[in-house]
């Protein structure tokens, strides 16, 4: 590559291409090897990440270089081969970090940056103080969750946020900041009185400020899609790039100065939706896949406009038509990329929330249901088993084979998880003693929305009812004290995860069986109805 970034000459040129495209060829086989090798998800995206950007570039190198060899004296043609070279050493450099397991002095970890994972962590830690309330400082939980807030600035400063979303997310950060004197407060007291109540009002606080970090992410998880489709579906016939390549063959410098700027325009909403995108992927593989997205973005737009600006000087070069060409292409080939991402990161959080549904209607089952009051202590053991059920929600890549069984029923379920989320919110207020589920009766007659028949809830119940052992087969694992044994308990710990997680894929079939079952009794029921009004009128 060192060789082919200093020819002079076409000769030279297309004998060190061809020496190089064999050895890529190779480099692309052994990489993939190594990428299928890996076990941390997360090196495994930054080597898929690495290796797109070595094999797009391939050819935009083959081009770009062949450009500025017809057009020796042209500025612009040199500034875009030299882009070209330049991302490919950043790729191969990743490449040579991640097979090397050697990290570059100063580089930070990608997860520091992104809100849910912060928001999470900050989580792990107030959950912790049930078990322990000397486990950290109060100025570490402020700060830590200071640091969480200035990132939502990104969502915030953002001249594409709307003025509602902005509002919600200052109205939450200000709550969540509320909430955490409150626990402060609560938290000083509890460390000189070991009182009932005083635990008690300790756990409410951790369910309130969790409650409100929880509604922060839902806000920024829609800003951050909504603003991803828009923009998706605004820039979907890429006209600009179609201007550019029109103004390019026509020389017409003045017009390509006006649509360069828009492309800019452009690139800098697509970059700075990645970047939201990120902060609430979900997950560390996606997160990287956000950040390559923002990078693929910000350099291609530069390169695409140097690319213009050499046809537009040159408008009869066939080369740099064709060198434009495929940087346009490299760009509609990452707006396509994003639009998966964007699924991706909804097809995620939709999973999470079923896991969670599930979990809310497993406690109809429960045999103290009926005197179940908001204000009673049981009603902290149903918190419990909901924060499980949250917990495992980021536990499904164990279950990811499993889940490839039904993903041909993706839409429908989706789909069902929508029409019901509003009941699992008012079920999951009801564990903790608000919301508009006043009494255990008020939650009998939400839960019997489902309107399924006796027999089908029958079944469907039987299977819930499986996991509430699990879950305090779980929860006693975790709590009992292994000395020297800390890996029999992290193993004890996966196999009982995997066996839940196991019995909500097989849960998730199911609810997906029952509500065919029930859309198809609905509309024999709508077709009998239409004729019986139907025979009326005759």
Request: aromatic letters at 6%; charged letters at 25%.
């Amino acid at each position: 590559m060192e060789r082919l970034e200093k020819v002079n000459s076409f000769q030279e040129f297309v004998q060190i291409f061809s020496q190089f495209g064999n050895e890529m060829v190779e480099f692309a086989h052994l990489s993939g090897d190594r990428q299928n090798d890996l076990k941390d998800e997360k090196k495994k995206a930054k080597m898929a990440a690495a290796r797109a950007v070595l094999e797009k570039c391939t050819m935009m190198l083959l081009t770009a270089s062949k450009t500025c060899l017809r057009h020796p004296n042209c500025e612009s043609a040199h500034k875009n081969k030299e882009g070209v070279f330049d991302r490919m050493k950043v790729a191969l450099d990743k490449v040579i970090e991640i097979v090397t397991d050697c990290k570059p002095n100063g580089e930070t970890d990608i997860s520091s940056v992104s809100i849910f994972t912060g928001i999470k962590e900050f989580k792990m830690n107030i959950e912790a103080l049930r078990e322990n309330l000397y486990f950290q400082s109060k100025e570490n939980l402020s700060v830590t969750l200071e640091v969480i807030l200035e990132r939502t600035e990104d969502f915030t400063d953002s001249a594409y946020t709307s003025h509602e979303h902005r509002e919600r997310i200052l109205e939450l950060s200000t709550q969540a900041r509320m909430e955490l004197q409150q626990l402060i407060s609560v938290w000083i007291q509890a460390q000189s009185k070991k009182t009932k109540s005083i635990a008690e009002e300790l756990e409410l606080s951790i369910l309130k400020i969790s409650h409100s970090l929880n509604e922060l992410k839902k806000e920024l998880h829609s800003t951050a899609t909504q603003l991803a489709a828009d923009l998706l579906k605004y820039h979907a016939d890429h006209v600009v790039l179609k201007a550019l390549k029109l103004t390019g063959v026509e020389g017409n410098l003045e017009a390509l100065a006006e649509y360069a700027c828009k492309l800019s325009e452009q690139k800098e909403q697509l970059v700075e939706t990645c970047r939201l995108l990120r902060h609430i992927s979900g997950t560390e593989p996606m997160e990287i896949t956000c950040i390559h997205a923002e990078e693929t973005f910000q350099v291609t737009g530069q390169q695409i406009i140097s690319a213009a600006e050499t046809l537009t000087l040159h408008p009869s070069s066939k080369i740099a038509k064709e060198n434009l060409d495929v940087f346009c292409e490299a760009w509609e080939s990452q707006i396509s990329d994003m639009s998966t991402l964007l699924r991706e990161i909804s097809d995620f959080n939709v999973l999470l929330f079923k896991i969670i549904l599930i979990f809310l209607l497993s406690q109809k089952n429960n045999a103290n249901l009926k005197s179940l009051k908001p204000d009673k202590p049981d009603s902290e053991e149903q918190a419990k088993i909901v924060k499980l059920g949250l917990k495992l929600g980021l536990l499904t890549s164990d279950a990811d084979c499993e889940i490839e069984k039904w993903e041909d029923q993706e839409n429908e379920i989706v789909q069902y998880g929508r029409n019901m989320s509003s009941m699992a919110y008012s079920l999951y207020l009801f564990t903790r003693g608000e919301g508009p589920l006043k009494t255990s009766q008020d939650l009998i007659h939400q839960l019997e929305v489902c309107l399924l028949k006796d027999d089908d809830k029958l079944m469907l119940l039987l299977e819930i009812n499986k996991l509430i052992p699990l879950c305090h087969q779980l929860q006693t694992v975790t709590k009992t004290s292994l000395q020297n044994k800390v890996f029999l308990k992290v193993d004890k710990c996966i196999t009982k995860t995997r066996s839940m997680m196991a019995l909500l894929v097989q849960l998730l079939s199911l609810c997906y069986k029952l509500l065919k079952k029930l859309q198809m009794e609905n509309n024999g029921w709508v077709s009998v109805t239409n004729k019986d009004s139907m025979d009326g009128k005759i």
